[in-house]
């Protein structure tokens, strides 16, 4: 007979890592999240795998197989240094801005003054977690995100959520996503959408020299409503600080500009994809290679 893992049970285990993580020092965090996240490097065979595929599919011949399995070794590591010092923004949630750093938000604010909202898309680059809890800052604005379909993990999503003070909107179900979605950026909100993963319903487009499933929800969101696109990306420095960059205001590229030009939304997002290919290509070992990137699946 199976043990129930109830929803308290889930929001005690946070409670607990966070109340473990409270008496260390952040570079401490770094330095047993690195360690952790090589140790699982050796020992989960598939999700590593998976990793060091991508890299050979990504890199070919310019990488050995032994350049390759460094890369992932090391991506594995700032994984967990990302996901520790997550739990020391947790345990230590004033502290966010001594060693994180937001640029290019008074773009934000001029945006706005247009009165159509503004989108920020994104990627699994960097610490992403702190990146959206650092972005709580601009005003009114939300994250899409996916939110857990069983109790206990949505109510341990819930309970981080509150703690780091992020505002979500969730992207299922889907129509009341785009609802709430629209609704946010008709009241001159910002919405922040991470394009790099997709499990169905999006399009290929070309991701670092092959085809690659995307979702659309940002593109589809801007052009609905006319709000603009700024591309945002988080990326760890020598120094361990973060910095949160918001680029330049995105171009839309020539076409119609039509949402109902199936085409059109298509080549929005090819363009999308290649700004967060150019931050992938300077940051390759802060991405999530371990993520099946280029498999197919169902549209």
Known sequence: MGIKVTARTYRNLGRLLVALTWPWPRHVCLWFGTVAGRLLFRLMGERTQVAVDNLALVYGDTLTPAERVSLARRN???????????????????????????????????????????VLFSAHLGNFPLMTAVLMSIPQARIVIRVPTDEGSATL?????????????????????????????KRDGVLVALIDQVENGGVYVDFMGHPAGSTIGAAKLAL???????????VRQPDSRLTVSIG????????????????????????????????????????????????????
């Not at 409503?225 to 988080?234: D, I, R, S």
Request: proline share 6%; with cysteine; charged share 20%.
């Open 224 to 234: 609905m409503n006319g709000a603009p696109l700024f591309p945002v990306f988080c």
């Open 157 to 185: 999503y819930q309970w981080v959520r509150d703690r780091a003070h992020i505002e979500i909107i969730a992207d299922n179900p889907r129509p009341l996503c785009a609802y709430q979605s629209i609704k946010h950026l």
């Open 76 to 118: 594995f590591g700032h994984i967990g240094a990302s996901l520790w010092e997550s739990l020391y923004h947790l345990a230590h949630p004033r502290a966010l801005f001594r060693y994180c750093t937001l640029t290019g938000a008074e773009q934000i604010e001029a945006a706005r003054s247009r009165g159509r909202g503004v």
């Open 248 to 299: 330049s205001e995105f171009i839309l590229p020539p076409g119609s500009g039509s949402v109902e030009d199936e085409a059109y939304v298509t080549a929005v997002v090819a363009a999308m994809n290649k700004v967060v290919e150019q931050a992938v290509w300077e940051h390759p070992e802060q991405w999530l290679w371990g993520h099946r990137r280029w498999r197919r699946w169902r549209k």
